[in-house]
Each structure stands twice: as C-alpha cells, then as structure tokens.
C-alpha cells in the first residue's frame, strides 16, 4: 500500500535534486496529512525537521544528502517503500531550555543533542553548577560546558571528550569544555530526571552564551535544563542500523 510521504529537504541543491526525483516517483503530502516525513539533507536539516514536525507525532525517516549523516539513513530512489515497511522507530526526548540573560529576558527552546554554555568573549566562563538545587561545583573555569542527551552524546559532547551513553540509558552527560579549573574536571552523568543549572558569575566582564541545538542565546544570567518527556521524537533506521548500533560503533572507529 503507498504511504503518504511527505519529502522535506535542506537548500543544498544534491537534496533538491533529490527531492524531486522521489516526489516524480512516490508523489507528495503535505506533512500535516503525511503518515512519514522524509527528510533529505545532514543531521542539522534532520534536526530542524525534527523540531519542526514535533507537533505532528510523524515519523521522521531521514536519507543522508549532506555532510553528516549520524541520524540519517542512506540514500536510495528505488526502494523507499520497502524500507519505509521495514524501518525500526527510535523514541527519543529532547532537552528543555529555560535561561534569563542579563536584561531579564526569559527564553525557552528545545535542544534534541545538547545545550551548550560558551564563552563569549575573550576571557574564560566562571560557572555555578547547581543540580536538582543542591549546588555540585561552586566554581569552574572554562571555556564552556553542555548537558546532551543520548542521542546527541556523539555530536559536540564527543569531541569535547564527553562520554558515549547507550540510547536506552536514562542518563545525561554533563561535560565541560576545556576546563581550567578544576584542570582535571571533565563532568559528570547525572540521571535522566536531574535538573541542571548554570550560573553565570561575572557575567559582564565574562559574557557566556548558550546554544540549544543552534537557537543562541546571548548574555546569559543562568539557565536551566531537564529532560522534556512530554515531548517524543520518533525516528526512522534500517534495520541494523539504528542509534544503538550507530553508537556502539562509533567506539570503535
């Protein structure tokens, strides 16, 4: 039976051209009325059309014709429906995002990999860390620091030497980026459930910005970030090839 797909793509041209080639073969709805978004693109053109469809409650198949391609499936015309039938759904939770900055702005977004503290200027952050109100870390010196989600414990967290956390784990990573003091310190695994707070000591002379899967925020005060269960993004692998496989291997390349 042919589903009704919705086909979504990035503005590189490889994934236009993409685009139109299954839409010439499989047709074409609109995602409100589509029983499977497809998307076409990198893992950043996955993450928006993640965060873009939530409302929906669709799944999200998504077909590498970017850069990078950790939640991408590969790219094939031919037998899109016969993958679609046999695709494996991962659920996964995002982060919830609340920070204030210095002017008393209050923001909220939604980060599916990580949220990031970085500093903004020349100087290094000086960061509280408080978790579930019980301050942990009075004072680190950094470049910055980010809490990911498993999903996203390959992506920035990886390569700010943060650890790799099975898809199934009801843990967050805590990792600092590049930390002067404590010299030693790389982070923390807190429980899923766990509510993190940053704040910012000498905001002014050392302003800090925060990054939730690309939304900026600028001159931070503090901000707050937890596990959002009530929102669940349901994407799409091969058989085989789905996030718990993706991390284990990505150990051992």
Same mark, same amino acid.
């Given at each position: /039976? ?6 979504? $793509?990035? @503005? $590189?041209?490889? $994934? ?26 990198? !893992? ?17 198949? *998504?077909?590498?014709? *970017? ?22 759904? @991962? ?5 919830? /995002?609340?920070? /204030? #900055? ?18 903004? *200027? &020349?100087?290094?952050?000086? %960061? ?8 942990? %870390? ?11 989600? &498993? ?10 030497? *943060?650890?790799?956390? &099975? ?11 590049? $930390? ?22 000498? &905001? ?6 925060? #990054?939730? !899967?690309?939304?900026?925020?600028? #001159?931070?005060?503090?901000? @707050? ?12 692998? !091969? ?5 718990? @496989? ?8």
């Amino acid at each position: /039976m042919t589903k009704r797909i919705a086909f979504l $793509a990035s @503005e $590189a041209p490889v $994934a236009q051209t993409a685009r139109a080639a299954l839409i010439g073969r499989y047709g074409d709805a609109v995602p409100q009325e589509a029983e499977i978004v497809v998307a076409l693109g990198g !893992d950043g053109f996955m993450l928006r059309t993640l965060h873009s469809t939530q409302h929906l409650n669709t799944p999200v198949y *998504g077909m590498n014709r *970017g850069t990078i391609g950790f939640l991408m499936n590969e790219y094939s015309e031919s037998d899109l429906l016969e993958r679609l039938a046999e695709a494996e759904e @991962e659920i996964i939770n995002p982060l919830s /995002m609340r920070a /204030m #900055d210095q002017h008393g702005r209050t923001h909220e977004a939604l980060a599916i990999n990580e949220v990031s503290l970085l500093r903004a *200027g &020349p100087q290094a952050a000086r %960061l509280k860390i408080t978790i579930d109100g019980r301050v942990r %870390l009075a004072e680190l010196v950094c470049d910055g620091a980010l809490v990911a989600t &498993p999903a996203g414990s390959t992506a920035y967290n990886y390569s700010a030497h *943060g650890p790799i956390l &099975p898809i199934g784990a009801d843990v967050l990573a805590l990792t600092a980026i590049a $930390a002067f003091r404590p010299r030693r310190w790389r982070g923390a695994l807190l429980p899923k459930t766990a509510m993190v707070r940053f704040d910012v000591q000498d &905001p002014e002379k050392r302003p800090v910005m925060a #990054d939730a !899967d690309s939304i900026s925020i600028t #001159d931070i005060d503090w901000v @707050e970030i937890r596990s959002d269960p009530s929102v669940s993004h349901r994407i799409l692998f !091969d058989p085989g090839h789905g996030l718990e @496989e993706r991390l284990i291997s990505e150990q051992f390349t």
